[in-house]
């Protein structure tokens, strides 16, 4: 959807490039600029129909990124509820099994260490 919505906004470029043009030109005449200055010419280089491409293909992408971010999140704490369980069905020696729950609990906590070092360093810069 918003592959095509970026497509027609594409499309309708050079009329907003036009548009720009004009409001620009009024802006210099607001302000009293001097007549050899030439504000079309400095819009005509620039290229808005390469600057709006890049930035709503990164937009794009952003978007995308962050779906399928979303995704996995969501998947993870779906399952985390089910996660011990899980790992209790799987090994059958108790040895074994304890010592897979110490090693999860390990990584949990060392998850929520680096978790929260990486926040107070984030919040000091």
Do not use: C
């Not at 490039?17 to 400095?42: A, N, P, R, T």
């Not at 290229?47 to 779906?67: E, K, P, Y």
């Amino acid at each position: 959807m918003l592959n095509a919505n970026f497509q027609e906004i594409i499309l309708l470029l050079p009329s907003y490039q036009e548009k720009i043009q004009i409001i620009f030109e009024k802006i210099l005449q607001y302000f009293h600029f001097s007549k050899h200055f030439d504000g079309s010419e400095v819009i005509s280089q620039l290229d808005i129909n390469q600057i709006l491409t890049s930035t709503l293909s990164s937009i794009t992408a952003i978007f995308s990124q962050t779906g399928l971010i979303s995704v996995y999140v969501l998947f993870i704490l779906w399952e985390y509820r089910y996660f011990s369980d899980k790992i209790q069905l799987m090994i059958n020696d108790e040895a074994q099994r304890y010592h897979a729950i110490i090693t999860i609990d390990k990584i949990k906590s060392d998850i929520k260490s680096y978790f929260l070092i990486k926040t107070i360093v984030s919040f000091v810069t």
